[in-house]
């Protein structure tokens, strides 16, 4: 079932739930772990989106001011960026208690530079183990770009 959700601004200024991002995807159904089709119109907003998913998944909510913190990858293909990107999103968020609501990404078919905006995690449901290979191809249609992203949970 596809999802169109938004971002909704609490009481509270600054106060943003990431479970509720603004993000075309379809749950699919996957036993023990949690998977999406995620589409968007450039690779880009694909990585964003797929960082959405991430934070949907983890069912995450931040407050506060943002921190920026530069991220520099290289990897074979655009498929091991995602993944290796997801990973360093994960790690910010299990490690330093931190989520990227918004990110400047870019790339070329073997590195990826991102600007990301981090802010404190204040509230998070579900636990991600891995961001994994599994499925994942990331194809071009006629509205852009679109993969499939499975997390272990």
């Known amino acids: 079932m596809p999802y169109d959700l938004i971002i909704i601004k609490e ?5 943003l739930d990431l479970s509720r991002w603004i993000m075309p995807f379809e ?5 023990g772990e949690s ?6 119109g450039t690779l880009e907003e694909l990585f964003q989106q797929a960082a959405n998913a991430m934070y949907f998944t983890m069912q995450v909510k931040v407050f506060g001011s943002a ?10 293909d655009s498929e091991s960026l995602l ?3 997801l990973n360093e999103l994960l790690i910010l968020a299990e490690s330093e208690n931190l989520a ?7 790339f070329d078919d073997h590195w990826l530079q991102a600007d990301l905006a981090l802010s404190p995690i204040t509230h998070k449901v579900e636990n991600i183990k891995a961001v994994t290979f599994s499925q994942m ?9 679109e993969t499939i992203i499975v997390f272990d949970l």
Do not use: C, W
Request: charged share 25%; hydrophobic share 35%; aromatic share 12%.
């Open 137 to 145: 191809n990331i194809t071009r249609n006629e509205s852009g770009f």
């Open 27 to 31: 749950e699919l159904d996957h036993i």
């Open 100 to 106: 990227s609501y918004a990110s400047t990404i870019r």
């Open 67 to 76: 921190k920026h913190q530069n991220l520099s990858l290289r990897g074979p």
């Open 83 to 85: 993944v290796m990107f």
């Open 11 to 15: 009481e509270k200024e600054n106060y």
């Open 35 to 40: 998977a999406f089709r995620v589409s968007a």
